[in-house]
């Protein structure tokens, strides 16, 4: 248990939703980093919070966003859903103190497997 | 970019043989090394890593050297078992603005057989 949660674990859905992904970083991390795993594309990095700050952006599409919370929890909110948005997405947590640093572990969530129909 | 590439799999073995799974990676600067390790219906669990050349990391009789002058972080195990069938990835720091992510190998999928 690498004490970083996701909800939810699965989620079906169809073309145009919206959703809602959840996670909760370790107790204590200050980084929440989101990734898309899919057979296609590999492990893709989104983007990154650092305490409650966007840090970082990868292959973020438009119609995706996320952000974070006092609390530090993080929610990826993607909209407009396309088929190809299919895919497992990964929250990672890091940072326990300082700022964050290349060497770092991230630590992932079980992931939430989303399927649009 | 920095990219990391990975040799493909699937890769099969008995148990107690012998395991390679090749990395290489392009990157600027220095960055960290990681991997990462999936088992099925799991997220990845990091396995190992290194911070600078040379450094060798090691965990659960899983080891990776990095080395800077082939530009390398091969992971190696002497005697491998069924429990160790997974998919490994290989991953780099990437600095971007003032944060970091990692920059993932395509992953290399393991299976041991008895």
């Known amino acids: 248990d690498s004490g970083v949660t996701q909800t939810p674990k699965h989620l079906i859905t169809a073309t145009g939703q919206r959703v809602t992904l959840r996670c909760s970083p370790r107790?204590?991390?200050?980084?929440v980093y989101w990734y898309q795993q899919s057979l296609d594309q590999g492990l893709q990095f989104l983007i990154q919070?650092?305490?409650?700050?966007?840090?970082a952006k990868g292959n973020i599409l438009e119609r995706f966003s996320a952000q974070q919370f006092p609390d530090l929890h993080s929610e990826l909110n993607l909209s407009s859903l396309e088929l190809g948005d299919s895919a497992l997405y990964f929250c990672?947590?890091?940072?326990?103190?300082?700022?964050?640093?290349?060497?770092?572990?991230?630590?992932f969530g079980p992931g939430t497997r989303l399927t649009v129909l | 970019g920095n990219s990391v590439t990975q040799m493909e799999g699937p890769v099969t073995l008995s148990e107690e043989a012998f395991l390679t799974i090749n990395c290489t990676y392009t990157?600027?600067?220095?960055?960290?090394l990681f991997w990462y390790v999936q088992y099925p219906g799991e997220g990845l669990q990091l396995l190992l890593k290194?911070?600078?050349?040379?450094d060798k990391g090691s965990n659960k009789g899983f080891e990776a050297t990095y080395r800077k002058e082939t530009t390398s972080f091969h992971l190696e195990k002497g005697s491998v078992q069924v429990s160790d069938s997974a998919v490994y990835f290989c991953?780099?720091?990437?600095?971007?603005?003032?944060?970091?992510?990692?920059?993932f190998g395509k992953g290399t999928s393991l299976l041991v057989t008895p």
């Open positions: 990672a947590s890091s940072t326990p103190d300082g700022q964050p640093k290349g060497t770092d572990t991230q630590y």
């Open positions: 107790s204590g991390d200050l980084s």
């Open positions: 919070y650092y305490n409650g700050e966007e840090r």
């Open positions: 990157a600027t600067g220095y960055p960290s």
């Open positions: 290194a911070t600078k050349a040379d």
């Open positions: 991953a780099l720091s990437d600095r971007s603005n003032s944060g970091y992510a990692l920059n």
